[in-house]
């Protein structure tokens, strides 16, 4: 395991974070809350009916006792649930509905960080990203300032580390919300020891082409430095001149970036998901997350090609956030 997440398992045992997971039947899950709970790093809190999570963990081969399990159908605290998301929902939906909505594994695990039964939730293996999203959204919420979460990426390889942003969420973000994403990427890059060197990345080095997307980037380079002047920030650059110090000393002479980036903010999520891949591929970096930026409380998105090690990983994340 790279240093990384050592001294990520280092920061988050002494705390002993609960880390909640909707999707308690998937094999995967079943086999990282086995690891996570015999190693003491996190309490895995498995949703689903006991005896069937029981039973398909002796199935799967893994021993689950360290886990809390909790089922929606018999939660001594439901009816307080019930009321408190009544009440955050302010007035969208009625107490009936959220009877109803909160037997969905993803509210109701939603609704036990909200509450603080748990610290922090990771799904997504077996739903999509707007099932993990949507319950996030509507109840625990972006922190105070931030409009729009977004979702990053640790792209590691040996010692290096880079976050790559946003490579999960925003289509078409504006110049505001690649300057908040930048931001919120700043702060999730100290996480993991990474002092953030954030370039916004265009088809453009400082105005050598101009068009309406060239703009967009080089105004969320300004509403960033105004917003946050002790950010080491620039743009807009080609990735090569924030990577490459050759390319950006011809490039972008003047820059306080000197090819050494190291966090990565993309126009677009079609540049930043081919982007991310492509590294991934074909560079041979692991890519972990997508990890969630600006909620008020830690959820964590798997891709549902995951496999046991990436659910792992995700959770030591959710708990680094969570401290």
Request: aromatic residues 6%.
């Amino acid at each position: 395991m790279s240093d990384l997440f050592t001294n990520i398992k280092a920061k988050v045992k002494a705390e002993n974070k609960k880390i909640v997971f909707p999707e308690g039947l998937d094999e995967r899950i079943l086999t990282a809350a086995s690891q996570l709970g015999a190693e003491g790093i996190v309490t895995p809190v498995l949703v689903g009916n006991e005896s069937e999570l029981v039973q398909k963990a002796n199935e799967v081969g893994v021993d689950i006792s360290t886990s809390e399990i909790i089922d929606p159908n018999n939660y001594e605290q439901f009816d307080e649930m019930v009321s408190s998301f009544v009440e955050r929902r302010k007035g969208k939906n009625t107490e009936e509905q959220a009877r109803q909505m909160l037997l969905d594994e993803n509210y109701f695990g939603t609704m036990l960080v909200y509450m603080n039964k748990a610290d922090g939730l990771v799904s997504g293996a077996a739903h999509s990203t707007a099932d993990t999203v949507r319950p996030a959204l509507q109840i625990i919420k972006t922190k105070p300032g931030v409009k729009k979460t977004s979702g990053v990426f640790i792209m590691v390889r040996d010692e290096e580390k880079y976050i790559f942003a946003d490579c999960a969420i925003n289509i078409a973000p504006d110049s505001q919300d690649l300057a908040e994403i930048a931001q919120a990427s700043a702060e999730t890059a100290k996480l993991f020891d990474v002092d953030p060197r954030i370039a916004m990345l265009s088809f453009s080095t400082k105005g050598s082409a101009k068009s309406d997307e060239t703009e967009k980037v080089s105004k969320a380079v300004e509403i960033a430095k105004e917003q946050n002047p002790d950010l080491v920030l620039d743009g807009e650059f080609q990735f090569d001149a924030a990577f490459v110090p050759s390319v950006a000393a011809k490039k972008a002479p003047d820059s306080e970036l000197k090819g050494d980036a190291n966090v990565f903010v993309f126009p677009g999520l079609e540049a930043g998901n081919i982007g991310y891949k492509i590294a991934q591929r074909l560079g041979n970096f692991d890519a972990v997350g997508p990890i969630l930026q600006g909620l008020n409380q830690p959820v964590n998105d798997l891709s549902r090609g995951c496999d046991a090690d990436d659910v792992y990983k995700l959770a030591l994340i959710t708990a680094a956030q969570a401290l």
